[in-house]
């Protein structure tokens, strides 16, 4: 037996800024079959309580053909898929906009995501630089499920490297209602408010109205751990503690996602026949959240639109924000002066899909 040892250059070390280039395609490994196993275990997570994704027979009385899985839980996955290749090696993820949920997904489907660069711009530090990507999940049959748009700091392999030239895309602040996309051959004619959780449909919503949702949720590390696991989210930062002991907070960092789910099953208490997510129209991870801290939620109703064509469902805009370790009782948000109060940690828009009182 030889004593000589061949170093392998078979592992991956993910991209670095440098490594992207404006214009450029990623197709990401692997594909993923969604079970009811991975519905159980987001189920055990998060304690998500809405009732179209909870019971086939209510869904299959809405003209579904069961219970579809969790817009959440599919834009995680979809997600999940880019990380290693655009965000194994990033500081941060900064934000979104412009995300559609375009084709539910059931148990038994499976997904596939690819990404384009749309955006570069390195960081005044010369370390890091803000990469912005277009991510697309699609089917077994090759639906659209999910298109989003993120942008995460990432660090560079060489700080010597030269800077692409700045390139910075031009995003809506709002996904159009116009656009939104009701699952198809979904009918909230007969949806029973009380099985849903609340008898405050479409029609009981106002502009500017503010929904404190009172209940706690503190997360252990096992719990963000698992979850960016089932995800298949292999970022460093959430994992390693030998390595992030030496980082800037000096322990692991949890997957920014795992607040917008726990933010939208603390939202049931208020908003519990909110039974769709139908698009993000931006979403902000203020501030860094770990384990041994308890996230707390209220929400805002932006805006109320009707759907053309569908007399039985409405949209509402709603803002939600998620504090850590304070109640939401005095709706602590963005301040006067454009800054976040100290214990935000997470400010997301988006749109929900909602049964309207028949006409």
Request: with cysteine.
């Amino acid at each position: 037996m030889s004593d000589k040892v061949i170093v392998s250059t078979k592992t991956e070390t993910g991209n670095f800024f440098e490594d992207f280039s404006l214009g450029q395609s990623l197709v990401h490994a692997t594909p993923r079959t969604v079970t009811e196993g991975d519905v159980s275990l987001y189920t055990a997570l998060y304690g998500a309580r809405f009732v179209v994704n909870s019971s086939d027979d209510f869904a299959s009385t809405l003209g579904l053909p069961g219970a579809p899985v969790d817009d959440l839980l599919a834009f995680h996955i979809v997600f999940g898929k880019t990380v290693a290749d655009i965000s194994l090696n990033a500081v941060a993820n900064l934000g979104y906009a412009e995300c559609r949920f375009l084709t539910r997904l059931y148990p038994g489907d499976t997904v596939s995501t690819t990404s384009e660069v749309i955006g570069l711009k390195e960081n005044s530090n010369g370390k890091t630089g803000v990469v912005y990507v277009r991510s697309t999940g699609t089917n077994q049959i090759g639906e659209k499920v999910i298109e989003y748009v993120r942008w995460v700091m990432v660090r560079k392999r060489d700080e010597s490297a030269p800077a692409p030239d700045a390139s910075v895309p031009e995003l809506a602040t709002e996904v159009s209602p116009e656009t939104l996309t009701v699952p198809e051959g979904l009918d909230f004619s007969d949806y029973d408010p009380v099985l849903g959780g609340s008898r405050y449909l479409w029609d009981d919503y106002e502009v500017g109205e503010c929904i404190d949702h009172v209940d706690g949720m503190t997360v252990e590390e096992s719990d963000h751990m698992t979850a960016t696991r089932l995800y298949q989210n292999t970022a460093k930062v959430h994992f390693n503690q030998f390595t992030e002991s030496k980082g800037r907070f000096g322990r692991r960092l949890m997957y920014g996602g795992h607040i917008i789910s726990l933010a939208r099953c603390l939202s049931f208490n208020g908003l519990s026949n909110a039974a769709f997510v139908a698009a993000i129209n931006g979403g902000r991870h203020v501030a860094p959240t770990f384990a041994g801290d308890t996230v707390f939620a209220w929400s805002k109703i932006l805006a109320c639109a009707k759907i053309d064509g569908h007399d039985d469902v409405g949209a509402l805009r709603v803002q939600t924000t998620a504090v850590k370790d304070q109640p939401c009782g005095e709706f602590p948000g963005k301040l006067e002066d454009g800054k976040y109060h100290d214990q935000v940690v997470l400010d997301l828009d988006y749109w929900v899909l909602m049964p309207r009182r028949a006409q």
